[in-house]
């Protein structure tokens, strides 16, 4: 079986190379991050006499993220990392063989509209109820919400505008009046220059990091037992829409995704039609 050169001296290999190849193809700066420590950390696995890539290398490296518990999806996304370092840096890709695992289907955590309610009047901080009240009213991403400017809330139409989001697309999404009307509060305090919500440096948006523990402070706060992240507003903010009534369609476009597949999630985690539904128990007569 042929093998392929790894670029670099082993272990010590050319980031530089792999960031440029990225760019020049339109990566996001989240993947970037991304596939160039699944490269680092994989090449660090290659025993230290290979100076080769071998189907066997990528093979026992993947089994064993699997063995440790690391999501399908994870371990897919480091494949393609692999496949990318092979392709455009080693330029030799093709005679290595790739296993993918069979992606999970998993559904997306939810919260009802009285624990969204619970959190949001749970926060009294102005900047941190704004954050949180635009990321649920708009089903953002959290990346997405620390990069917004002033500039993308579109007043007149009552619509907010998602600059390079995943996939490197815009996309336009709800603006709610209340959710305006917090903003407006939180500009008139904060006069936010660059970014609408810059971090401890004006010239720097707030980190996803900063915005995650703010959530969980308040889910905490507000009682709710769930294990939920930031990114549970955005699936809740979907649900919400598809029990009210809203076309799955319109749904896709509000969230940015590219495959109706992913937004059809969804469908299996409203309880709208569920709970119609009467469990054969709840027919019974039962005595004591």
């Given amino acids: 079986m042929r093998k392929w050169k790894i670029s670099g001296e082993h272990p010590k290999w050319k980031r530089d190379q792999v960031q440029q190849a990225l760019k020049l193809r339109g990566y996001s700066r ?18 230290q006499v290979d ?3 071998s189907t066997s290398n990528v093979q026992t490296y993947c089994l064993s993220l699997l063995e ?17 370092y092979c392709k455009h840096v080693l330029h030799n890709p093709t005679e290595i063989q790739y296993i993918r695992p069979k992606n999970q289907t998993k559904l997306p955590n939810v919260m009802s509209e009285k624990e969204v309610a619970q ?18 009213s708009a089903g953002l991403r959290v990346g997405e919400v620390v990069r917004l400017r002033y500039s ?8 907010l505008i998602v600059r390079q989001g995943k996939g490197q697309k815009d996309r336009r999404t709800l603006l709610s009046n209340l959710a305006w009307e917090i903003v407006q509060k939180y500009i008139a305090a904060y006069r936010p220059n660059r970014w609408l919500f810059p971090g401890q440096s004006s010239d720097r948006h707030l980190t996803e990091r900063s915005v995650q ?36 369609r319109y749904i896709q476009e509000l969230l940015g995704h590219t495959s109706a597949k992913t937004t059809q999630r969804y469908t299996h985690v409203s309880t709208k039609n569920i709970q119609r539904i009467q469990s054969p128990l709840d027919r019974m007569e039962m005595g004591d």
């Fill in 68 to 84: 440790r518990g690391v999501s399908h999806s994870s371990v897919n996304q480091t494949i393609s990392a692999i496949r990318f």
């Fill in 213 to 248: 523990k703010v959530f969980e402070e308040a889910r905490q706060r507000a009682g709710i037992v769930k294990k939920v992240s930031i990114h549970a507003l955005r699936h809740s903010f979907a649900t919400h829409l598809l029990e009210n009534g809203t076309d799955l």
């Fill in 51 to 53: 100076t080769d890539i």
């Fill in 152 to 159: 993308d809330l579109d007043i007149e139409r009552q619509t």
């Fill in 119 to 136: 959190l949001l009047k749970s926060v009294t901080n102005l900047k941190h109820k704004t954050l949180l009240y635009l990321t649920y």
């Fill in 30 to 47: 989240k993947t970037i991050k991304a596939y160039c420590s699944q490269i680092e950390r994989f090449l660090a696995s290659v025993p």
